[in-house]
């Protein structure tokens, strides 16, 4: 990966947002903007917390922030890295994306010093409203150092590899971000079918002021062939430290900036994982048929120290009104949570390479545990079938295959029912002093208590259910593809279906009376579809009162996902060429009031179902990475003179959103709703990228020296990415623009 000839973010997540078949990301990389961060990942409409992530064989999922890795995947240590749309196999529990990426391992010499600059800023594409990229970078410093080679020939091979990243983005401020990744391996291959590697991995990035650290020490062994008996095992510790975001007061004004739920309460802190897996794969012929009988494992301890509160204090505006003041408690003893699982399958595939049909079982054991009265104890019972049949004369092949997988915890899940998670104090604010600050004294301005909210357990706030099941996605697969010398086309149809959605609810739910008001209802322009929309009023009596169970409840709304997906090679001598298109209808129930990863992800536990002001219209809207359309296309090209050109553009759909409609005279303080489900039918524009590479490599007897023109957005179309969402008369009003161009210059010594 290091050589590659397409335009390279130098981010593993920037290739997996422009150049991954049908990977939806909610970041910009845009030649550097995730240094010092993660991203969210989706495909299809899938729920970020769906994304599994594996390193060297391993599972590297974090327990304590799902969808995102313990160890981050850095692109000049790794020979590859790979992406699984749906689950494929039943050897591992994972019903969303995979990405697998494995370490260098040495045993062909290397040595590379590589160097990126940023040389100039370019100008922001003028937009009618005036509106300002999402993310703006500012300054790229990049440098990295590749070495690797025989430590005993033909025995041991070891590599080694430094990277160090450095930028600056405008968001709404300034932020410096930073990466530092070094990455050791040791590789012995005492004979021709056995190899042990040993792999060190440490990581450290800084988001402004905070610093957050990430790394492995594994092994992975593996011994045998395809056509005779093979065993792999891998095993390892893992470690991660990711600070919570800084800040006594918050701000936010949840008709504009996003629910207040998800942005105060975010899964943060120390976790630490204990993890191991292992297979054999046996070949053997019985009753005339060859099978390939596979059986294997894996268990894994995680340790979690949890920092979820992002601030003390939160001031709730509701387009621009005072609302409500949020005081947080947090206990003076820390939260711990540990969370263990273990898992066995067995699987048989019958058959030759032109026909065959497996089928296999997995069972789950998961065990979570929070220190409440209350702990999460799933054991599951998971199936497996495909089949295909490909005719190698005409390289056409038939495929299906369904396949029952388990959804790992959500994020903060264990917060509810831990009596040291933080709570907060929800009060009316007024602001009679229009100073824009809650002033310490509950008497200026602030009224009584209006609530209590979880996640914590403090004083029998929140509690886990006992009868708490574990959410079940069934996926089925079916698709034709077509095998040459030269090309490859692929076309397939995805349905999954998820079940046991868990949400926290309230339990009394009769604390409020209902009003309505005219709304436009999903057509803005057109009266036809006019309705009274309905929120709900908190009786003054029931101020202070309420208690929040995690459960899962009667009618969480439909989780479904209907795909279509068509990709094309074309292997050439001089060129090569992919394409991946999908065309995706999802269909889930919201987090939160909004349009946001945080919010508009159907396996996120927000405030739908605990605020009935959130669950409306909740239910049956189109997913976050639900993106409608998606298509990319990558190129490489040689060029005379050692020349060779790399592109990669890519489309997606526009972000689907909801109106929202302000209710300004509710006991409880102004409220948004929205107006009809997500998508249904209103989205963001569409976004389309092109992003480019140039480079000329030169010969000096063993050494090569390249020279490399890096191009993002390069036609800096400047098209919109978000919108106002309040049904006045900036309804539809663009509010942010694409990133615009960025232009790197860079270097590499091949030696």
């Given amino acids: 990966m290091p050589s590659s000839p397409l335009p390279s973010a130098r981010s593993a997540y920037g290739w997996l947002e422009t150049t991954a078949p049908q990977i939806v990301s909610n970041e910009f990389d845009a030649g550097g903007m995730l240094v010092g961060r993660t991203a969210k990942l989706g495909v299809h409409g899938t729920s970020a917390i769906d994304t599994t992530f594996r390193f060297a064989g391993l599972d590297a999922t974090s327990a304590l922030r799902p969808g995102t890795p313990m160890v981050l995947p850095d692109v000049v240590g790794m020979s590859s890295i790979d992406v699984t749309r749906m689950a494929s196999d039943i050897s591992a529990n994972a019903p969303g994306p995979v990405v697998e990426w494995q370490p260098l391992d040495g045993r062909q010499r290397v040595g590379m010093i590589e160097g990126f600059y940023m040389p100039k800023r370019f100008a922001v594409k003028a937009s009618p409203t005036g509106a300002q990229p999402s993310s703006q970078l500012q300054t790229f410093t990049d440098g990295s150092l590749l070495l690797g080679g025989a430590v005993a020939p033909g025995r041991a091979s070891a590599v080694l590899s430094a990277h160090w990243a450095k930028a600056q983005r405008i968001e709404k401020t300034a932020i410096d971000g930073t990466e530092l990744s070094l990455v050791g391996a040791l590789t012995f291959t005492p004979s021709a079918d056995e190899r042990l590697q040993l792999i060190l991995n440490s990581q450290s990035t800084t988001r402004g002021a905070l610093d957050d650290r990430y790394g492995a020490a594994q092994f992975s062994w593996q011994r045998g062939a395809n056509d005779r008996r093979s065993y792999r095992a891998a095993g390892g510790y893992q470690w991660m430290n990711v600070a919570q975001t800084p800040g006594a007061t918050l701000t936010i004004d949840s008709a504009l900036d996003g629910s207040v739920f998800p942005a105060l309460f975010q899964p943060a802190g120390k976790e630490r994982a204990l993890k191991f897996s292992g297979d054999l794969t046996q070949p053997f012929t019985a009753f005339g048929l060859t099978h390939h009988a596979k059986i294997g494992g894996a268990a894994e301890r995680s340790t979690m120290t949890p920092d979820l509160a992002a601030a003390t204090t939160v001031l709730e505006l509701v387009n621009l009104k005072p609302a409500r003041v949020w005081r947080v408690d947090a206990s003076a003893t820390a939260s711990s ?359 000329k490599t030169s010969a000096f007897g063993s050494k090569q020296l390249t020279l490399i023109v890096d191009g993002f957005n390069v036609f800096n179309i400047g098209r919109e990415v978000s919108e106002y969402v309040i049904g006045d008369a900036n309804f539809r009003k663009t509010t942010l623009i694409e990133p615009p161009r960025t232009i790197r210059v860079g270097v590499r010594i091949a030696f």
């Avoid at 969370?339 to 049909?357: C, E, K, Q, V, Y």
């Avoid at 706030?461 to 959410?471: E, F, V």
């Fill in 337 to 695: 949570w540990t969370s263990s699982s273990a898992s066995a399958f067995a699987n048989d595939r019958i058959g030759t390479d032109t026909i065959w049909l497996e089928g296999g079982v997995r069972i789950d054991h998961l065990q979570a545990d929070n220190g409440g009265a209350t702990r999460i104890s799933w054991t599951n019972l998971y199936a497996h079938a495909a089949a295909e049949v490909f005719d190698k004369k005409t390289g056409v092949g038939v495929f299906g295959s369904y396949t029952r997988a388990g959804a790992r915890l959500p994020a903060m899940a264990l917060a509810w029912g831990d009596v040291n998670a933080p709570t907060a104090r929800v009060y009316r604010w007024f602001d009679t002093n229009q100073n824009g600050i809650a002033d310490g004294t509950e008497a200026n301005g602030v009224s009584s208590l209006i609530t209590r909210v979880g996640p914590g357990a403090a004083g029998g706030l929140t509690k886990i259910s006992p009868d708490l099941q574990r959410p079940v996605y069934d996926i089925a697969v079916a698709g034709l593809r077509v095998e040459k010398t030269r090309f490859a086309v692929g076309v397939s149809a995805v349905i999954r279906r998820t079940g046991n959605s868990i949400r926290a609810v309230d339990d009394a739910g009769t604390y409020y009376t209902t009003v309505t008001q005219p709304d436009q209802n999903a057509d803005f322009t057109d009266a036809s579809d006019d309705q009274q929309l309905t929120a709900y009023n908190r009786k003054p009596e029931s101020f202070g009162l309420g208690t929040y169970t995690l459960t899962n409840p009667a009618n969480p709304g439909e989780n479904s996902i209907y795909a279509f997906d068509l990709t094309a090679q074309y292997r050439g001598t001089g060129a090569r060429l992919a394409f991946s298109a999908a065309a995706v209808a999802a269909k889930g129930t919201a987090a939160s009031r909004g349009f946001r990863a945080d919010e508009n992800d159907p396996m996120v536990i927000g405030d739908a179902f605990s605020n009935p002001n959130a669950t409306t219209n909740a239910v049956g809207g189109r997913t976050y990475f639900d993106r409608g359309y998606v298509g990319k296309i990558i190129g490489a090209f040689d060029l005379p003179s050692h020349f060779t050109l790399g592109i990669v553009a890519r489309y997606q759909d526009g972000q689907p959103f909801s109106r929202l409609a302000i209710f300004e005279n509710l006991n409880q303080g102004p409220e948004a709703v929205v107006g009809y489900p997500n998508g249904r039918p209103t989205r963001f524009t569409f976004i389309s990228t092109t992003d480019v590479r140039l480079q």
